[in-house]
């Protein structure tokens, strides 16, 4: 609540502003709210989805120089001329061109791992870059000048103090967008991003389109930052456009904060109003004129690099007192709040006894190893079968086989009767196999609650627009009372709010169940589900396990622990070096030479 | 196989390896914690467990490969939170889990760099050693001239023991070395610790193979949860009753196999 | 365009492109070993020839204070570390020995008259001066985050880099520098000239090629490198620290750096901020090969100063352009060979 009104204040301290401030410092602070429009959208870009570019400088470029050749060149082809001159027309065919070049780099870069999307962006920001300064019709290196104000119902805003109001009630405009963005559905996707690519996936959830959706956010945020630019100077040249100034962006990202959204508003400020200092102060120092600030920005980021990798925003909510910060706002947060919701439509389960997954002479070879021959298994509706077999006998092979992370090189897996062949782990999700893994893969900074909503990511359909606007709070609150029903049911009710990174690792494991579960499957993949966890949790996941069988439920779980497995399951298939080797229930198992071979070990 | 005549196990050594009280945490969980252990010179130790028990992240907390909380005491000297470069240095040898080869590089310079240490530090009997791992294994004289990455898993285990022999550690810690090697192999690589033990080198030892493990260990501890939940001489815990049925789950049939 | 055009141009392109090709080599080299994208190579490359265009121009150079700085601190940060961690005779012989280094170059470039010794002995001096800039720029950014993420690792690059053009301005000033050709002779093969720096460039390059094979080849120390780019947790294992192999590619980087300086300064003006750009044309030529294959990214480097050259030719406006987006095509194919979803650690 108390947040609220700091806020509020913020916004009051910034309406009066103008009217006691010096033009200068408006002028600065003018640049600031511009700025910080292209940091929100690295924000989202770096700190939320993990993706790095040198490059947003250049959409700020081609947001600028679209309104100052709309606006100001005069070089229409007759079919456009109705559109010259207006510069919230020229803004729409910015951010229209903006979101075609972005969707096009995005398209060739958005699917490179690692390095190759930043080295990109440094090319594609310098390929820009030149072509801003070459193209005659641009203005070459001189630019384009006498660029009109912005008018807004009739008004012109033509002094600093005038568009300041507009620049930063766009800003705060955004970030209110980014925020209930965030907090949404999509929201999840795409904080997923980050270190979840792989869980998100088999939740169903297309992580390249959230990668795409992100960076065309941030290059529009960064276009528009651009056209508030062109009319604010009312004058464009390219060399506020270049790569140094794509860098200094993701500096003041990193300096603020970069995962989180008022860290955009801090690092902005404190890089500008430094460089402002600096550009005062060195000359003293170095005798002569020079961007000599660039060596203390420099050294400024590799020392916020070591000693505070999340830049300067978390430190400052560090001093904050606690009474002031509110809980991480997770509308609708509060369970009476959706426990009104309509429950999800669920899928039409299975009858106990139906033949849910079944593997048919799965082999899979890596080169010339075999890792799995041969292999035969069926499990039914509301029977747990186990897969157990020694360390490298071929068990997680066959799982990423039967879970369609991989493909069979010759054999198929059947789900439901139908072929996983050319299936991927994504669509296998819709088809109600969910799954867990071996390591537990949660967004530890997430609340437990947000962590399992992820798993009914397919049970949403609300996209972005109508998340960023909040039109979806009604859909948003049957997601989450689903997620709360999942952990109530798997007993983790106490804990929906707290970070999922702060459970035990057994806790973090029934979560994996919870969020499995929200997809509302009729089949169960457990990857070692036991392993790591003590006896008292154990027989918490045994019971939880034991519940859900008694449900109609299909569940399949390669285990390492026998013991575990002996007293919980209805039959064991064995592997050893990659083939069937036993099948059964546990007591003829328990009894099996070959098996007792394999687990008591070669060195007879 | 012919396990290690009963003169051979009582006769321990030193101390060499004594790690008190040691805590590895990831993020918020404590996957090692408060572990205390010992290997005297000479001995074959041995550390069984489940899966997730905390075996590997003991290993590699010892050796320094993960930062710990605790003391390493290691041949008289005492290391908090140890600097892999000086524990190799110093005599500390690991064979990981994942063997860690250098795929692309041949056998034969695999070896070379176990010795990186000794040659660093100006020590030209290497190429004697190099002769010693050859006649160890004559498999990867063999195959000296070929990339590790085209070696078979049994080749492959061999050539990760032999590279870490290369480095002449008084002591050598193993994770798994049995790890999806077929049973004929599986003997012939536990075969050589009952060798290396006699050449004087001790050996710490962490198996999934159970059974096995506790047959050529002196003393051996069971960890689980992060915890030592018991430890007592090999032989000892081989007839638990206890370790069987966590390990097995077979407690009867077990009895039937002891007796056979 | 004729025939001699042609040549001319062929020329220029294999020149820029050799310089290309050994930067790109060692961006490849530190990226396997250390995992770290040096942007602020070209630094060296500018550096290098800057100091030369001092030294030959006579002006008095404040690289050795640049070393000299970096070398106090990274001594204070070595002491410091010995108080935490125990007392090592050899670190300690290591802390005086930089420091001695240190000094002795303050007192080599203050003695000297640096513009009237003969040529080989100021490249000499140069790389003395710059060289341990690279190790001390591992020390003092890389090592204390060696083990951070790629993301944290790119943006210090990138740090450095933006640090290292401001302390550019401040060491040379704004004014571009050039030096004397090592020699001045032209040969003449039928109607073709050829310039011997051109041949100079070519063959230093083809040396250097040559002398890195060998060393990764048949010294232990070069496999010991190789083995940390292989597999990080196996070299560790065998005691070869990350800080050693850090240090030892970061030198032969810069070594590699201020050599290209040295070698394309007599023919091309260089500014305190023209590395960037020369060592974004080297990581062209990485990309082509993949951040991987040292041969690809050799023959994708000169292929980058060929396309250049001509695009000087029929479209100088465009020609950054033209060079920038040639990466295009194998980010689609790179994109298109990679298509399963991974997360990044």
Redesign the interface.
């Known amino acids: 609540m108390k947040s609220r009104y700091v806020i509020t204040g913020f916004i009051a301290l910034l309406a009066v502003a103008p009217l006691v401030l010096p033009t200068f410092q408006i002028t600065l602070l003018n640049y600031i709210g511009m700025y910080a429009l292209v940091v929100l959208g690295l924000v989202l870009l770096t700190g939320v989805g993990g993706m790095t570019s040198f490059g947003q400088a250049a959409f700020v470029g081609l947001g600028s120089y679209t309104s100052a050749y709309f606006t100001a060149t005069q070089q229409f082809p007759v079919w456009l001329e109705w559109a010259a001159g207006s510069p919230w027309l020229a803004l729409i065919a910015g951010v229209l061109l903006t979101t075609a070049v972005a969707l096009i780099l995005g398209a060739l870069t958005l699917r490179l791992s690692g390095h190759y999307l930043p080295l990109g962006t440094i090319a594609w920001g310098i390929s820009l870059y030149y072509l801003f300064g070459t193209m005659k019709n641009l203005g070459g290196h001189s630019g384009i000048s006498d660029l009109p104000p912005i008018s807004v119902f009739g008004f012109a805003l033509e002094k600093n103090e005038e568009i300041y109001y507009l620049i930063w009630a766009i800003l705060l405009l955004a970030v209110l967008i980014t925020q209930n963005l965030l907090n949404s559905r999509e929201g999840r996707a795409i904080r997923a991003l980050k270190g979840g690519q792989l869980m998100a996936e088999s939740m169903g959830v297309n992580t390249f389109r959230s990668k795409l959706i992100v960076f065309l956010i941030s290059a529009v945020f960064a276009a528009v930052s651009g056209w508030l630019y062109a009319h604010a100077q009312r004058f464009v040249n390219p060399s506020p456009f270049g790569l140094h100034m794509g860098i200094d962006y993701l500096f003041m990202a990193l300096i603020g904060g970069v995962a989180n959204v008022w860290g955009a508003l801090l690092g902005a400020g404190l890089l500008t109003m430094m460089k402002q200092w600096l550009q005062d102060i060195l000359p003293f120092i170095f005798g002569d004129k020079g961007n000599y600030e660039t060596i203390v920005f420099g050294l400024l980021i590799v020392f916020i690099m070591h000693k505070t990798p999340g830049g300067l925003w978390p430190i400052l909510m560090h001093f904050v007192p606690a009474s002031l910060k509110t809980k991480k706002k997770l509308l609708p947060a509060a369970t009476d709040k959706h426990a009104a919701a309509p429950d999800l439509p669920r899928r039409t389960q299975p009858e106990k006894g139906d033949l849910i997954l079944e593997a048919r002479n799965v082999t899979r070879q890596f080169g010339g190893l075999v890792a799995n021959k041969e292999m035969n298994l069926q499990v039914h509706a509301g029977e747990i079968l186990a897969l157990i077999g020694p360390n490298g006998a071929g068990k997680s092979t066959m799982f990423n086989q039967l879970s369609a992370v991989d493909t069979p090189t010759s054999g198929e897996v059947l789900f439901r009767g139908q072929s996983l062949k050319g299936i991927s782990s994504r669509q296998v999700a819709s088809l109600g196999m969910s799954r867990t893994f071996q390591h537990v893969k949660l967004l530890p900074t997430m609340t437990v609650l947000e962590n399992v909503a992820i798993g009914a990511h397919l049970r949403g359909d609300r996209g972005i627009i109508s998340s960023a606007l909040h039109l979806e709070r009604a859909q948003e609150a049957s997601l989450l009372k689903e997620a709360e029903r999942q952990l109530i049911r798997v007993g983790l009710g106490d804990y929906l709010y707290e970070e999922a990174g702060s459970l035990a690792l057994g806790q973090q494991r029934i979560l994996e169940i919870a969020r499995a579960l929200c997809a509302d499957p009729c089949m169960l993949l457990l990857d070692e589900p036991a392993a790591g966890l003590r006896l008292k949790e154990k027989q918490a996941l045994a019971e939880l396990l034991d519940k859900l069988r008694s449900e109609g439920m299909a569940i399949l779980l390669v285990e390492h622990d026998m013991d575990f497995v002996m007293n919980l399951v209805d039959r064991i298939v064995v592997m050893e070096f990659g083939e069937k080797i036993a099948e059964g229930l546990p007591q003829e198992i328990q009894t099996n030479p070959a098996v007792l071979e394999a687990y008591l070990g070669g060195a007879e | ?1 012919m396990t290690a005549t009963t003169a051979e196990k009582t006769t321990a050594g030193e101390l060499l390896l004594d790690i008190q009280d040691l805590h590895v945490s990831y ?3 404590e ?1 090692v914690s408060g572990v205390s252990l010992q290997v005297r010179e000479g001995q074959i130790v041995t550390v069984i467990g ?4 905390g075996k590997t992240t003991l290993l590699s907390a010892a ?1 320094g ?1 993960l930062k710990s909380q605790g003391e390493v005491n290691f041949d008289g000297h005492l290391y908090i939170n140890p ?3 000086i524990m ?2 110093k005599g500390l ?2 064979v ?1 889990e ?8 041949t056998v034969e ?1 695999n070896l ?3 010795a ?2 000794r ?2 530090k100006g020590d030209g009997s290497y190429e004697s050693t190099l002769a010693e791992v050859y006649s160890l294994f004559p498999r990867l004289w063999e195959r000296r001239h070929q990339l590790a990455g085209t070696l078979s898993g049994g080749e492959r285990q061999m050539l990760a023991i032999g ?2 022999l290369m ?1 002449k550690p008084r002591l050598l810690m193993l994770d ?1 070395p ?7 192999i ?2 012939e690589i ?1 075969r050589i610790f009952a060798d290396l033990r006699r050449q004087g080198v001790s050996i710490l030892l962490v198996e ?5 493990a506790l ?2 260990a002196d003393y051996a501890y069971v960890l ?2 992060g915890n030592v939940a018991m430890q007592g001489n090999a032989a000892d815990l081989a007839n638990d009753p206890k370790v069987i ?6 407690a009867s ?2 009895q039937e ?1 002891l007796s056979s | 365009m004729n025939f001699q055009i042609a040549v001319l141009l062929g020329q220029d392109g294999i020149t820029n492109g050799a310089i290309y090709a050994l930067l790109a080599l060692s961006i490849i080299l530190v990226f396997t070993v250390t995992r770290i994208l040096l942007i602020p190579l070209g630094e060296f490359v500018t550096y290098g020839a800057l100091t030369m265009a001092a030294f030959q121009s006579g002006r008095s150079t404040g690289v050795v204070w640049l070393l000299l700085i970096m070398i106090v601190i990274g001594c204070a940060l070595d002491i410091r570390n010995l108080l935490k961690n125990g007392y090592d005779l050899r670190k300690v012989q290591w802390i005086i020995l930089k420091l001695a280094y240190a000094g002795a170059m303050v007192a080599l470039t203050q003695l000297l008259t640096l513009s009237e010794i003969p040529m080989f002995l100021q490249v000499i001096l140069t790389m003395m001066l710059l060289v341990p800039v690279g190790p001390m720029m591992y020390r003092l950014f890389f090592q204390p985050i060696a083990s951070a993420q790629p993301l944290v690792l790119l943006i210090v690059s990138i740090a450095v880099h933006v640090a290292m053009v401001g302390i550019g301005l401040l060491l040379f000033g704004p004014e571009g520098g050039r030096t004397q050709p090592f020699s001045d002779t032209v040969f003449r093969l039928g109607s073709v000239m050829l310039k011997s720096q051109t041949l100079w460039v070519i063959i230093v390059s083809i040396a250097l090629i040559v002398f890195l094979f060998l060393a990764f080849e048949r010294t232990l120390y070069g496999k010991a490198l190789r083995a940390t780019a292989v597999n990080r947790m196996g070299a560790r294992l065998m005691g070869i620290s990350p800080d050693f192999a850090g240090k030892a590619t970061f030198a032969l980087a810069a070594f590699i750096g201020v050599l290209s300086g040295i070698l394309i300064a007599p023919i091309t003006t260089l500014y305190f901020d023209s590395g960037f750009v020369i060592s974004l044309k080297g990581f062209v030529g990485a990309i082509i090969g993949g951040l991987i294959s040292y041969p690809l990214a050799a023959i994708g480097a000169v292929g980058v100063g060929l396309v250049e050259a001509f695009s000087m030719f029929w479209a100088s406006d465009y020609k950054e352009v033209i060079v920038f987006t040639l990466i295009i095509p194998f980010l689609i194919w790179r994109s298109l060979t990679s298509h399963h979803v991974e997360d990044e650690e």
């Not at chain 2, 489940?50 to 028990?53: H, L, R, S, T, W």
């Not at chain 2, 994942?98 to 590089?105: A, G």
């Not at chain 2, 049995?178 to 004929?184: D, Q, T, V």
């Open positions: 196989m993020g918020k969980v996957a489940p899966n997730g028990a050796i490969m600097d892999v470069e190799v240095g040898g690991l990981p994942k063997r860690e080869l250098f795929t692309t590089m310079d070379l760099l176990g990186f240490m040659y660093r590279r870490a480095g798994e049995s790890l999806g090697l077929a049973p004929l599986t003997r536990f999934q193979n159970a059974r096995a047959r050529v689980e949860g049925e966590a390990y097995l789950g077979l049939k077990h196999l």
